[in-house]
């Protein structure tokens, strides 16, 4: 057993494929890991998979809890931190890991329906996004289902794609970048709930 001072979790990838569970690959930064006695404890995990999964987009946050989850393929979250460590002399570990500018973007595959996507992509729009992950056949104590929702304030998406050959389904794919919301004070909130009281 190994306990890793000062970790931080510099980079967060969440993928979310059709036929699928959730995956997510985090990336860590630390200080050189050190020997340690823990007592290990099992959790009962709570599985998501892709029909657990439901995306909206509105013109502001206010507006997402009425929006219609729109209808997509596959969708991948990235949250990158780009921690810096604070190396100092005297020392060969880093007294601290700063952070520098936070970097959230992502895409969204679907089918090729018609231009809405499109257009948003050509006329810059911004749009605010909900990605809620619930698994609705758990329920916990306090009555409620596992869930993890990510709200983005303020997305743009500045590339979009189209892809089918001759005979195939066409499909798109819009790539998005989220932005600080001077609206709303926020970039990004990520709600998570489960039986965890505190970490």
């Avoid at 630390?30 to 959790?43: E, F, H, K, M, N």
């Avoid at 056949?137 to 306090?142: A, D, S």
């Avoid at 998406?157 to 926020?186: C, H, M």
Wanted: charge should be negative; charged fraction near 20%; hydrophobic fraction near 45%.
């Amino acid at each position: 057993q190994l306990r890793f001072a000062l970790a931080v979790i510099n980079s967060l990838e969440i993928r979310c494929e059709l036929a699928k569970h959730v995956e997510f690959t985090a990336g860590f930064l630390s200080r050189l890991g050190t020997v340690a006695t823990d007592a290990v404890s099992y959790v009962v995990e709570n599985q998501f998979l892709a029909h657990h999964i439901e995306i909206r987009l509105a013109d502001n946050l206010a507006g997402l809890g009425a929006a219609t989850p729109i209808r997509v393929r596959a969708a991948n979250l990235n949250i990158a931190k780009n921690v810096e460590s604070d190396d100092i002399l005297g020392s060969i570990e880093p007294s601290d890991y700063v952070n520098k500018q936070v970097e959230i973007t992502g895409d969204i595959e679907l089918l090729y329906e018609d231009t809405t996507f499109k257009s948003l992509f050509l006329a810059g729009t911004p749009r605010a996004m909900r990605i809620d992950i619930r698994n609705p056949g758990v329920v916990l104590e306090t009555g409620v289902n596992p869930q993890l929702r990510i709200e983005l304030a303020r997305v743009q998406f500045p590339e979009w794609t189209r892809a089918g050959a001759l005979n195939d389904i066409v499909s798109q794919s819009l790539s998005f970048k989220a932005l600080y919301s001077l609206a709303d004070a926020q970039a990004i909130r990520v709600i998570l709930t489960n039986t965890q009281a505190t970490y």
